[in-house]
């Protein structure tokens, strides 16, 4: 059916053989400015959340502008960020839809949402909200995690003569936790934190019997976008580990764990990552308990 006037909802349906939305972004995902593909990376990994948001929060949880959740739209081929959100919705329901005989098993209602009762009161304080943000992260990132990804993962760290994890600004923490936790069992484990002169030499070391760990959130830092395309140059074994499934640290990886990091306070929430940095370093330690035991003895961790 041939379009009349503005562009519709229906534009980029059109445009793109009936395509869903999240698929007609993901296809385009090269084609936007910086600006517009922190906001594609939200609308793809939150879809729930975006059917339902206003533009001034969709542009809060993607650190942007309204302004540029509106150009983005338009880029689409919307009229403006109605529309997108109408076909956001649809894409949700559908999602719902083929979902909902499946719930019975795993705690869920036929709305794809948990029967557990909620954690907090209606009225609840910030801190209750934060912490209810947090308990909903978690159960999203085990939702969505592949176990193949996961075991792959293990994998390579476990057969790995070294380790280089790149995480920087908010993610130095976690990726020096990482380290700490591979050299608690042994493994030789380096850090990539900041550009400084060791930091580079570091890089300069990737071969091909090193792994690549790098750790983002929201758009990635140069420098771990550096170690990548380094590891993938020097065939490197590399994981990701992100927030943004189309962020470019996702895309330079062999293999890519998912992490939620919604929140309603003025940072991204970390739980979720810790978890699974944690989760990780158990994983491979479960691969030779015994001969880990001893050590971990040693440092009196537990």
């Known amino acids: 059916m041939k379009r009349s006037g503005s562009p ?6 059109e445009a793109s053989g009936h395509q869903t939305l999240s698929a ?10 910086r600006s ?4 594609a990376q939200y609308i793809v990994d939150h879809l729930d959340e975006v059917a339902f948001q206003t533009a001034e929060e969709l542009a809060r949880r993607a650190n942007t502008s309204s302004s540029t959740v509106v150009r983005f739209s338009q880029a ?11 076909s956001a919705r649809e894409e949700f329901r559908r999602r719902v839809a083929a979902g909902s005989g499946s ?12 029967n557990a009762a909620p954690l907090f009161s209606l009225d609840q304080s910030e801190f209750e909200t934060a912490v209810a943000a947090d308990h909903v992260n978690v159960e999203e990132t085990a939702r969505r995690i592949s176990r193949r990804d996961v075991e792959a993962a293990i994998d390579a760290i476990s057969q790995s003569r070294r380790v280089l994890i790149a995480g920087t600004d908010q993610m130095a923490f976690f990726a020096s936790y990482l380290r700490h936790l591979l050299m608690l069992l042994d493994l030789q484990a380096e850090l990539v934190a900041s550009p400084s002169q060791e930091a580079l030499s570091r890089l300069g070391r990737i071969d091909s019997e090193t792994l690549v760990i790098g750790l983002s959130a929201g758009r990635p830092h140069p420098l771990v976008v550096r170690a990548m395309k380094l590891a ?3 065939k490197a074994r590399t994981v990701a580990i992100t927030d943004a499934t189309l962020s470019e640290v996702a895309k330079l990886a062999q293999t890519r764990l998912y992490y939620s990091s919604n929140s309603p306070a003025y940072v991204r ?7 699974m940095i944690q989760a990780l370093a158990y994983g491979v330690y479960s691969r030779d308990a015994e001969q880990y035991a001893d050590r971990i003895k040693a440092f009196r961790l537990k």
């Not at 517009?36 to 906001?39: E, I």
């Not at 719930?103 to 948990?114: D, E, I, M, P, Y």
């Open 8 to 13: 519709t909802a229906q534009a980029p349906h």
């Open 24 to 33: 007609y972004i993901r296809a385009r995902f090269d084609d936007f400015s």
């Open 36 to 39: 517009q593909k922190d906001v």
């Open 76 to 86: 689409l081929g919307f009229e403006g960020f109605p529309e997108l959100q109408t």
């Open 103 to 114: 719930g019975a098993g795993h705690g869920l209602n036929g709305n794809g949402a948990s």
């Open 232 to 234: 993938r140059h020097r």
């Open 269 to 275: 929430s970390h739980t979720a990552l810790l978890s």
